[in-house]
């Protein structure tokens, strides 16, 4: 490479410069500058990154019991022309109005890219305990509903020159939904990967999306679809766990990635399993869903005294008081009180709820804990993985 020489480092030289452009800005033409969406680079981004979708429901398809997917088109009514493209594995942040409160929950897409194009994404939803959102969902969405939602997020996918050629995919229960999506892209010729997918659920009656996987790997060799119950057993299923021993009768010869999507329960039983399979770290990726709950069952976590504290948040130019449990993370704690406060993934990866920590003292646990260098040297927080343990003061980094 060619060394850049004393002269072009001179200072002197470098203001030497100036009166030359000078000189050109002022020989320049006198007509305003183009409209920034003239430009094809900027048409491009916003295609592709929109800062939000309006997009319509046109169809509800039952998947299992409490469970269904949402067929997702674009609402030019509401300025969404096209649905931007994404890569199998993403997920879109979904806003809803529950109540007082005003939420985002991030939901993979179960769709291909491919029929992306063609109009349509589809989310599938399934019903939980206490899941605000989803029970929401399941209880309200119907053909015709509008919904709003961010841009294809998330760091759930397959990159050529970080991952192996085979995945293993290990999904469990409804974290299958991403793997479905993988599936038909590299069944589409969209993804250039062997997938060797291991779904477990507890029944036969539990698995999702059977019929299309069938067909997947049917036509496709590239797909191997594996079955595990762990509390059942059925023809063409395999019975136990997704246990080391296992992946390793599943997985091939040489190097492979792991891909895990599914509950929490199911990240703390592979953390026991897979050092055992002696990967490097970089094979394991893991999708980060949805908020951590019951700090107290971490070890090192030392629950304060009182079980809520007072929580002030500074959030574009208004400031909001609220009595927050110490059990709930910071984000949730603020979307009770309808304040909007920005989140996509609500798993610390994505940074887009970012807050600085004024003042109090709080638990992040180190397992979510995607902050930047910078921003733990200064104070920033997630505060969609952080606890409080006092009183606390936030100012958010409004979007
Ligand atoms: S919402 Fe993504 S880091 Fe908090």
């Not at 020159?161 to 038909?184: C, E, H, Q």
């Not at 208004?318 to 603020?334: H, K």
Request: glycine share 8%; net charge negative.
């Amino acid at each position: 490479m060619k060394k850049p020489s004393l002269k072009s480092l001179s200072i002197v030289e470098f203001l030497k410069q100036e009166p030359r452009r000078e000189a050109r800005i002022a020989a320049a033409p006198a007509a305003p500058m183009p409209p920034m969406e003239s430009y094809v680079a900027n048409r491009l981004c916003a295609a592709l990154h929109p800062a939000r979708q309006f997009v319509k429901v046109t169809e509800v398809i039952e998947r299992g019991e409490n469970v269904r997917s949402y067929r997702l088109v674009a609402d030019p009514a509401r300025g969404t022309e096209s649905l931007a493209y994404f890569s199998a594995g993403q997920y879109l942040s979904v806003s809803l109005k529950v109540g007082n409160a005003t939420l985002t929950r991030p939901y993979s897409i179960s769709s291909s890219p491919k029929e992306a194009l063609q109009g349509w994404y589809e989310l599938t939803v399934k019903r939980a305990p206490h899941g605000l959102a989803s029970n929401y969902i399941l209880d309200n969405w119907a053909v015709g509903t509008e919904v709003e939602v961010s841009a294809p997020e998330g760091q759930f996918t397959y990159e050529p020159l970080r991952d192996a050629p085979t995945v293993v995919g290990i999904a469990g229960g409804s974290g299958i939904t991403p793997f479905v999506s993988f599936a038909k892209a590299v069944a589409d010729g969209d993804e250039d990967f062997n997938l060797e997918l291991l779904y477990g659920c507890t029944h036969e009656k539990d698995i999702l999306f059977r019929k299309e996987l069938d067909e997947i790997a049917a036509k496709c060799p590239r797909v191997h679809v594996t079955y595990v119950l762990s509390a059942d057993n059925a023809e063409d299923c395999e019975e136990g766990h997704l246990s080391a021993e296992r992946i390793r009768a599943h997985a091939p010869e040489g190097e492979y990635s792991v891909f895990i999507c599914g509950s929490q329960g199911l990240y703390r039983y592979l953390d026991t399993q897979l050092p055992l399979l002696g990967l490097r770290r970089k094979f394991i990726r893991r999708e980060l869903f949805g908020e951590y709950r019951n700090p107290s069952a971490d070890e090192g976590y030392v629950a304060p005294k009182e079980d809520t504290c007072r929580v002030t948040v500074l959030l574009r130019g208004e400031t909001y008081t609220l009595t927050a449990p110490v059990e709930d993370t910071l984000l949730v704690s603020i979307e009770k009180q309808g304040i909007p406060a920005p989140a996509k993934c609500r798993s610390g990866e994505c940074g887009w709820c970012r807050a600085r920590l004024v003042s109090g003292e709080v638990y992040i646990p180190a397992s979510v804990d995607g902050r930047k260098l910078a921003d733990h040297d200064y104070g920033y927080i997630h505060p969609c993985c952080t606890f409080p343990l006092g009183d606390v003061v936030l100012e958010i980094s409004a979007k």
